[in-house]
Nanobody
């Protein structure tokens, strides 16, 4: 299984970005997927999670109402639409495949990881 994240960049506060994560190998459509981020000097934290069907989603409190996770199983791709970006959103964003159907918000609940894409929000 390989996950390829893309779409990061430099954006001003209040701006938007859309991240994509393309999966290859394995059966993408039967696994929940998550987006995590890691700021310099901080632990990796969950941002959002989406069930295999796309019906169920989870968001960290810090991004609720600003970020939207979605997926296209026909394209083996999961997305993270980020709006109203804040400098605190700066970090490397990683997509990951969940190990189980349970809603696990720690890194231990995910087995395959993308390489990360840098998001920098300037004030």
């Amino acid at each position: 299984v390989q996950l390829q994240a893309s779409g990061g960049g430099l954006v001003q506060a209040g701006g938007s970005l859309r991240l994509s994560c393309a999966a290859s190998g394995g059966t993408f459509s039967i696994y929940a997927m998550g987006w995590f981020r890691q700021a310099p000097g901080k632990e990796r934290e969950i941002v959002a999670r989406i069930s295999w069907s796309g019906v169920s989603t989870y968001y960290a409190d810090s991004v609720k109402g600003r970020f939207t996770i979605s997926r296209d199983n026909a394209k083996n791709t999961v997305y993270l639409q980020m709006s109203s970006l804040e400098p605190e959103d700066t970090g490397v964003y990683y997509c990951a495949r969940a190990r189980t159907t349970a809603v696990i918000t720690t890194t231990a609940g995910y087995d395959y990881w993308g390489q990360g894409t840098q998001v920098t929000v300037s004030s």
